[in-house]
Nanobody, 124 residues
Framework: VQLQAFGGGLVQAGGSVRLSCAAS????????MAWFRQAPGKEREFVAA????????YYVDSVKDRFTISRDNAKITAYLQMNSLKPEDTAVYYC??????????????????WGQGTQVTVSS
């Protein structure tokens, strides 16, 4: 199984970035997908998750109304559209795949597979 996250980079505060997570080696349409992030010196933090069908989405409060998670099962890819970026959004962003329930969607250990991470840096 491979998850490849890409799309990060350097962006000014208030700008937008779209991350992509391309999957291979798994039945993508049966896995829930999530994005986590980790800033230097901090623990890995849940950002957003989407159920296998795309029917339910979950967000950490700090990104609600700014970030949107989505997926295209035909393209075997998950996305994270990030708008109105803030310097505190600076982190390495990781995508993850697993089979979760509502109460575990934000828990890293609920996910079986992880991508390598992509750096997002927001300048003030």
């Amino acid at each position: 199984v491979q998850l490849q996250a890409f799309g990060g980079g350097l962006v000014q505060a208030g700008g937008s970035v779209r991350l992509s997570c391309a999957a291979s080696g798994l039945t993508f349409s049966s896995y829930d997908m999530a994005w986590f992030r980790q800033a230097p010196g901090k623990e890995r933090e849940f950002v957003a998750a989407i159920r296998w069908s795309g029917g339910s989405k979950y967000y950490v409060d700090s990104v609600k109304d700014r970030f949107t998670i989505s997926r295209d099962n035909a393209k075997i890819t998950a996305y994270l559209q990030m708008n109105s970026l803030k310097p505190e959004d600076t982190a390495v962003y990781y995508c993850a795949a697993g089979r979760v329930i509502t109460t575990t969607a934000s828990t890293p250990r609920a996910y079986n597979y992880w991508g390598q991470g992509t750096q997002v840096t927001v300048s003030s």
